[in-house]
DNA sequence: GTCGCTGCAAAGTCTTTGCAGAGAG
DNA sequence: CTCTCTGCAAAGACTTTGCAGCGAC
């Protein structure tokens, strides 16, 4: 019997479902589905990187140049994409706050501390050890995040 | 044979001690030792709490009043810190960044998402899985952070 | 049509910088 | 004495907000 890793397929979430869950939710608040808002969307999924606010601005603008986005619009869904669990944002010393689709499977992060790349991870033992520290410590744990600071092989030389 | 806790006394770091490798600090790089950057240092040291830039100033201002430290002296010194690994700096969603003297042993920490307190904990499991995944992705791990986010115990009500 | 959304620019935060006088070495 | 530090205020960087017109529903 074919087996199927259910866990990829939840990994893999296709475009089309992100965009029927961005609607449903705007549906649910009362809020508009608004051309600007499906750009948003569509150049994280695009994108792998993690992003600043600018550095999405930059990507909209360029593909989108008729469109003229503005930064504050790409601030506003961001804040409300956040709040809907539909990203996340990792924020580091002083580079400022980046996003990502937060739809993904859950990973941490190792960031080189000379060219900013960020490199994601999962490590199941460390996922339960987490766990249950917080339940020892009689913490309600919602979310986490990891980050490994170091030189990624590039720059090591 | 008495066997001595090492490990205890490494973390319990006296004041003293602490001003000594502050002065050798400054010293070595050709640095003033100022009443301003000593009230820094003994106000971080005092307060077991994670402050911000301003709530440190607030505190210095209370216990020093004559002192007026300028809150442009409280970033430079925590910059200054920082650079020296002498603090550690956490950064969170929007909240702004947060320092705590680095002095300590090494530690992880639970953050409320409710109240915003700062809870620490250390786990020897997750701190040896994480350097083996910096090994293996060839990464060469200089620090590292890791947060919990959730309901703390008060605040589950 | 209504009411939320958008771009723009103005206003807020938080942090850094320039400067002239104060003070450590 | 010299040269760094400091406080102040001004400047910067990043993010949020107010508003009038635009556009989804």
Do not use: W
Request: proline letters at 2%.
């Amino acid at each position: 019997m074919p087996k199927v890793n259910t866990n990829f397929n939840d990994r893999t979430i296709e475009y089309k479902q992100l965009l029927i869950d961005f609607k449903a939710l705007l549906k649910k608040n009362t809020l508009k589905f608004t051309i600007q808002r499906e750009v948003i969307l569509e150049t994280m999924y695009n994108s792998d990187e993690h992003l600043t606010p600018e550095a999405l601005h930059h990507l909209i603008q360029e593909k989108y140049p008729d469109l003229k986005t503005g930064i504050a619009t790409v601030y506003r869904t961001l804040s409300l994409l956040e709040d809907s669990n539909m990203v996340t944002s990792l924020s580091f010393g002083a580079q400022g706050k980046k996003y990502e689709l937060g739809a993904k499977e859950h990973h941490d992060h190792l960031i080189c501390t000379e060219c900013g790349n960020i490199t994601e991870f999962v490590d199941e033992q460390i996922e339960k050890r987490q766990h249950k520290i917080a339940d020892e410590l009689g913490f309600k744990m919602s979310d986490h995040s990891m980050q490994i600071y170091g030189l990624c092989k590039n720059c090591q030389k």
